[in-house]
Nanobody, 126 residues
Framework: QVQLIESGGGLVQAGGSLRLSCAAS????????MGWFRQAPGKEREFVTA????????YYATSVKGRFTISRDNAQNTVSLQMNSLKPEDTAIYYC???????????????????WGQGTQVTVSS
């Protein structure tokens, strides 16, 4: 199994940028597709972005496409989320998650992920 720890959250003004990182320990991260999800107060957890095991395929929610970029470094066992042009509606706790299934048609379903980090708070002020 794998343990995930997110970092990089914080408070930023609208239009600003943040970079989140997810560090893995235990089993090598190359065994997992990785995703980022977020949950705002009073709302359901929602898909943000995902990346395949190799990093060749990426997937984005419509709300973040063109602003957020997911990447991974399997040698360093890390996954990153670069968030630009942040909006107040991006405010949420952000979670990284690992999916050990070899292939899926889509990676947007939270219930498909096997391991989760504890989350990091992102707050965007207007």
């Amino acid at each position: 199994q794998v343990q995930l720890i997110e970092s990089g959250g914080g408070l930023v003004q609208a239009g600003g940028s943040l970079r989140l990182s997810c560090a893995a320990s235990g089993r090598a991260l190359s065994n997992y597709a990785m995703g980022w999800f977020r949950q705002a107060p009073g709302k359901e957890r929602e898909f943000v972005t995902a990346i395949s095991r190799s990093g060749r395929s990426t997937y984005y929610a419509t709300s973040v496409k063109g602003r957020f970029t997911i990447s991974r470094d399997n040698a360093q066992n890390t996954v990153s989320l670069q968030m630009n042009s942040l909006k107040p509606e991006d405010t949420a706790i952000y979670y990284c998650a690992a999916d050990e299934t070899a292939y899926r048609h889509t990676y947007s379903a939270a219930e498909d992920y096997d391991y989760w980090g504890q989350g990091t708070q992102v707050t965007v002020s207007s």
